[in-house]
C-alpha cells in the first residue's frame, strides 16, 4: 500500500486499525530495502557487559550462542512512554468533505500507536479542542492499544464540531498530569489566536521544562491555507471555529495572506527551534512517511 492515501477512502473504510498496519508494514519494508541505515524497528533488548559491573543480569544463553557477554535490559530501560495529542478543534476538519486535517492526524497516530506497540513502548491518547475531550492512561497491552484504535475510529467519524482551540490551556495540563519523562507528540493546525501566541508558545516551553522531548507536527492543507492556491472567482470563506463569513475574490488578499500567515509560521517555526521542540510540516496532500521517519529519529535518539 502506498504511503499516500487518498483521504476520502480512508473514511469511508472506517478502519484505522487495519490501514495503520498495512501503512506501517509498508514503511517498514521500504525502509529495509532502501539505502537509508541507522534506524531499528525493533530495538535491542540486550547491551554489551561492561567490565566491572555485576555479573548478575548477564544472559548465558546469548553467550552460548555468540560467546560474547551481553546484560539484559528491564523494561524501565528500553521503554518509552508517548502520549498522542490531536487537535479536534473545527478548523482541523478542513477541508470538506473527507475533513482532511483531522483524517490525516488521525491516522498518523494510529501509525504511531501501531509502531509503538510493536517495540513494546507504552502509549496514551489525548484529544482536545477548547478543553480535553479524551485523556487515557498511558500503557502498553494488547487491549489498551486496541481500545486507542477505537476511540481513533470515533474521532474520524465524529460530526464537524463549532469549537475553538484552546492548545495553550491544554498543553499546561497535560504538561502537569505526565509525572514520567515522556515523548509527547502533538498532531495540530496551531491557529491559535494570534494575541494567544505567547501563551501557546509558554506552554511548549513548560513541556520542555518538565524534561519531555517533544515532536510538532504542523498539520495544514498547504495548497490551499498557505499558498491561498484558490481558482480566481468569488467565493464566500467561512471561519470554521466563530461562523463568520466573507465573501471575496482570492486575488483581492492572496498576497497580504499569504505574508501574514508566512510570518505567523516562520515565528511558530522559530520558536520551537529555541525550545529543541522538532517541528514538522505535515502536508495532508503528502503522505506518513515522513511522520513515522520523523518518530523513528526521536526514538532512536532517546534509547
Not at 479542542?129 to 486507542?148: E, G, N, R, W, Y
Not at 507536527?217 to 498557505?226: A, S, Y
Request: aromatic share 10%; proline share 3%.
Amino acid at each position: 500500500m502506498k504511503q499516500a492515501l487518498n483521504l476520502g477512502q480512508v473514511r469511508s473504510f472506517g478502519n484505522v486499525e487495519f490501514l495503520a498496519r498495512q501503512l506501517v508494514e509498508g514503511f517498514i519494508t521500504g525502509l529495509h530495502k532502501s539505502p537509508f541505515h541507522g534506524f531499528s524497528v525493533e530495538f535491542a533488548e540486550h547491551r554489551l557487559y561492561n567490565t566491572g559491573e555485576t555479573t548478575r543480569h548477564i544472559d548465558w544463553k546469548v553467550y552460548g550462542k555468540t560467546e560474547k557477554l551481553f546484560v539484559k535490559r528491564y523494561e524501565e530501560e528500553t521503554n518509552l512512554r508517548c502520549h498522542l495529542l490531536i487537535d479536534t478543534s473545527s478548523s482541523m476538519f478542513y477541508p470538506e468533505p473527507d475533513y482532511g486535517k483531522v483524517t490525516f492526524s488521525v491516522m498518523a497516530a494510529a501509525c504511531l500507536a501501531y509502531m509503538l506497540q510493536r517495540q513494546k513502548d507504552a502509549v496514551s491518547l489525548t484529544t482536545f479542542a477548547d478543553t480535553i475531550d479524551l485523556q487515557t492512561p498511558v500503557k502498553s497491552t494488547p487491549s489498551h492499544v486496541h481500545k486507542l484504535f477505537t476511540q481513533l475510529d470515533q474521532v474520524m467519524q465524529q460530526p464537524k464540531p463549532l469549537r475553538k482551540t484552546s492548545a495553550a490551556d491544554v498543553i499546561h495540563q497535560v504538561a502537569e498530569k505526565i509525572n514520567k519523562r515522556s515523548l509527547v507528540i502533538i498532531f495540530s493546525d496551531m491557529f491559535e489566536n494570534a494575541d494567544k501566541s505567547d501563551a501557546l508558545f509558554s506552554a511548549l516551553q513548560h513541556l520542555r521544562h518538565n524534561l519531555h522531548e517533544v515532536l510538532l507536527f504542523h498539520v495544514t492543507d498547504k495548497k490551499t491555507e498557505e499558498e491561498f492556491a484558490f481558482d480566481e472567482r468569488p467565493y464566500e470563506f467561512i471561519d470554521l471555529e466563530t461562523g463568520e463569513k466573507v465573501k471575496l475574490q482570492p486575488g483581492q488578499v492572496r498576497e497580504t495572506y499569504q505574508q501574514a500567515v508566512k510570518s505567523y509560521f516562520q515565528d511558530l517555526k522559530m520558536r520551537c527551534g529555541q525550545y529543541k521542540i522538532d517541528f514538522i510540516e505535515a502536508d495532508i496532500a503528502q503522505g506518513f512517511d515522513q511522520i513515522l521517519t520523523s518518530y523513528l529519529v526521536k526514538r532512536t535518539k532517546m534509547k
